[in-house]
C-alpha cells in the first residue's frame, strides 16, 4: 500500500507541485492500493487537477482510497460531484458557491459550452458583465477545450470550479492528461522549446498549433482580460510553471513533471465591467 498526504492544497506553484510528486511517485505501481488523505485545506477546484491524476493512476489497474478527510474538505468535494465518481453520495450546494467537476469525453464540447455558460458566466456573481463580453470569454474558454481536444490526445477533459466569497473570486480549471504545451509545439513546428517557453509562446495573440484552421487567441483574451479584472492565469504544463497575475509573469520548473496540462483562471468579482478587449486579430510571428 502507498499513502500520500495531501497537505493545505490551493493554487500555489507548492500545492501543484505536490499533485505532481503524488503522480510521479505512484505511476509506476500496478494493482496496488494507494491511500490518499487531505489536511487542512483542498481548493476545490482543483478537483480538475487531482481526477486526471488519479485516472492516469487508475489506468494501472490500482485502487485508490480516501482516508483521513476532515468534515469541511469531504462536504464540498461532495458538493461540487467530485466523490460521487468515487462512490460517495452527492451533497446538495445550497449556497451555490460549487461550480460541478465534470469528466468529459474530448467530443463533449456542445455540452462543455453550455456548462461554461450556465455553471459559470451565468453566475449572479457575474451578472454585471455585458453579453459581448461574455460571450468572447465563452469563446475563449472553448477555444481551450478544442485545443484539449485535438492536440492533447488525451482520453478525457477534466473541469471543475469554485466561488470564494471572502476572497470575491471566482477560480475555474480545466486538465488534460495528454501531451502537453512543450511536445505540441515542438513537434508541429520542429522546435527545442523548454516547457515554459512553449508555454509563453501559446500565451501570445495569434500563436496556434492548428493546422488549416484560424485560431491561437483563445488564451490571449483570457491573459488581456485577467490583467483587466486583476485576477490571475495560470498554466501547468510537463515541468513548466506560469503565473500571470496583477504582479506580472511568474515563471518556475517543477521537479518532476505533470502528465498532462492544468489550466487554472481565477476572475475577480468585485472588478468586473464592461472592459473592451483588443485581442482578437492573428499574427503572423510563430517565434
Known amino acids: 500500500m502507498s499513502k500520500f498526504n495531501l497537505i493545505n ?49 487508475l489506468g494501472d489497474l490500482n485502487t485508490i482510497r480516501f482516508n483521513d478527510i476532515s468534515p469541511d474538505i469531504l462536504t464540498i468535494i461532495q458538493k461540487n460531484d467530485f466523490l460521487s465518481h468515487f462512490g460517495y453520495q452527492r451533497v446538495t450546494d445550497i449556497n451555490n458557491n460549487t461550480i460541478r467537476y465534470l469528466k468529459l469525453k474530448p467530443t463533449d464540447g456542445r455540452y462543455f459550452q453550455r456548462y461554461v455558460l450556465k455553471e459559470l458566466l451565468d453566475r449572479p456573481e457575474l451578472s454585471i458583465m455585458n453579453s459581448a463580453l461574455k460571450r468572447k470569454i465563452a469563446e475563449s474558454i472553448y477555444e481551450i477545450f478544442v485545443n484539449a481536444q485535438i492536440h492533447s490526445e488525451s482520453d478525457f477533459i477534466y473541469t471543475c470550479g469554485q466561488f470564494f466569497p471572502t476572497k470575491e473570486s471566482i477560480e475555474f480549471t480545466i486538465t488534460d492528461t495528454g501531451v502537453g504545451f512543450r511536445k505540441r509545439v515542438n513537434s508541429r513546428f520542429e522546435k527545442k522549446l523548454s516547457s515554459v517557453q512553449a508555454i509563453k509562446w501559446a500565451m501570445k495573440d495569434g500563436h496556434s498549433t492548428k493546422q488549416g484552421i484560424s485560431g491561437g487567441i483563445g488564451l490571449a483574451i483570457l491573459k488581456e482580460f485577467v490583467i483587466l479584472n486583476k485576477g490571475k492565469i495560470q498554466i501547468i504544463s510537463d515541468d513548466g510553471f506560469y503565473q500571470l497575475d496583477p504582479n506580472g509573469v511568474q515563471t518556475r520548473l517543477f521537479s518532476g513533471s505533470f502528465p498532462g496540462t492544468i489550466i487554472n483562471m481565477e476572475f475577480k468579482t468585485d472588478n468586473v465591467t464592461s472592459y473592451s478587449l483588443i485581442s482578437e486579430t492573428e499574427s503572423d510571428e510563430l517565434f
Open 9 to 57: 492544497i490551493d493554487t500555489s506553484f507548492e500545492s501543484y507541485q505536490q499533485l505532481i510528486n503524488l503522480y510521479n511517485e505512484n505511476k509506476d505501481r500496478q494493482f496496488e492500493t494507494i491511500e490518499i488523505s487531505f489536511q487542512q485545506w483542498f481548493a476545490a477546484n482543483l478537483s480538475s487537477a487531482l481526477g486526471g491524476v488519479m485516472d492516469k493512476l
